[in-house]
């Protein structure tokens, strides 16, 4: 059963978000949150498997909010699922901070049960809406930053670029299995190393790295669920 903390400031939203995913006979929902501060407490209390945070009107400073999440002290952190609208500018630092994912605020029904599931199992999601602004913003941070993704990078053997490329192009470890025609359990053991290596915290931030080391380059097929 996979549990959930709804974090929005609009009351109706909170109840339609509630109703559809309590109909799922394997998610369940733990808590509401009204805003970001709310939703942070909440989740070191009620450890849910999945945050559904409205990037909108839970905080001004969403990113802060994700990180603050993701960075739990005690257990495993939760994974943010971000529901988002066209004119939101931080899918990019969202991602950074740990973000799992975004979501259009106008999304179907299935398609936000589909995410929560996605995002659940450790993998990542994000909208085709939202592949532009994800682009352009690492395009920019590159521009900005020093070389040492390129410094990382250099430290991943050949087989691990392979399977960091696939886990950039939304791959699951049993796609990825089936690309490089390897087992499933040594998949996890170049992943682990991947993110041991680069420094990451998990799959998400493995996938930022792509972009910024060079790895993946934007004309290249973005994140799906």
Not at 40 to 50: C, F
Not at 71 to 87: E, F, I, R, W, Y
Request: aromatic share 2%; charged share 20%; no cysteine.
């Amino acid at each position: 059963m996979t549990s959930i903390l709804i974090a929005t400031g609009q009351a109706l939203q909170r109840v339609g978000l509630r109703m559809l995913l309590e109909s799922q006979p394997d998610l369940t929902v733990v808590g509401e949150a009204t805003h970001g501060p709310d939703a942070v407490r909440l989740s070191s209390l009620l450890g849910p498997d999945v945050v559904l945070l409205d990037g909108r009107s839970t905080d001004p400073d969403t990113v802060e909010t994700v990180r603050r999440i993701t960075q739990a002290p005690d257990g495993p952190a939760p994974h943010v699922l971000l529901l988002t609208t066209g004119a939101d500018t931080y899918p990019y630092g969202a991602l950074r901070a740990g973000a799992a994912g975004h979501l259009p605020e106008d999304a179907t029904a299935e398609e936000l049960v589909a995410a929560v599931r996605v995002v659940a199992a450790g993998d990542v999601v994000v909208s085709p809406g939202l592949t532009r602004a994800l682009i352009d913003a690492v395009r920019t941070q590159r521009a900005l930053e020093s070389h040492a993704p390129g410094e990382r990078l250099d430290t991943l053997t050949g087989r691990e670029r392979d399977v960091l490329t696939a886990v950039a192009s939304g791959d699951s470890n049993s796609e990825i299995a089936d690309r490089l025609s390897i087992a499933p359990t040594t998949v996890k053991s170049h992943i682990s190393n991947i993110l041991t290596k680069i420094g990451a915290r998990g799959r998400v931030q493995a996938v930022v790295f792509a972009y910024e080391s060079g790895l993946v380059r934007p004309t290249q097929h973005v994140l799906h669920a």
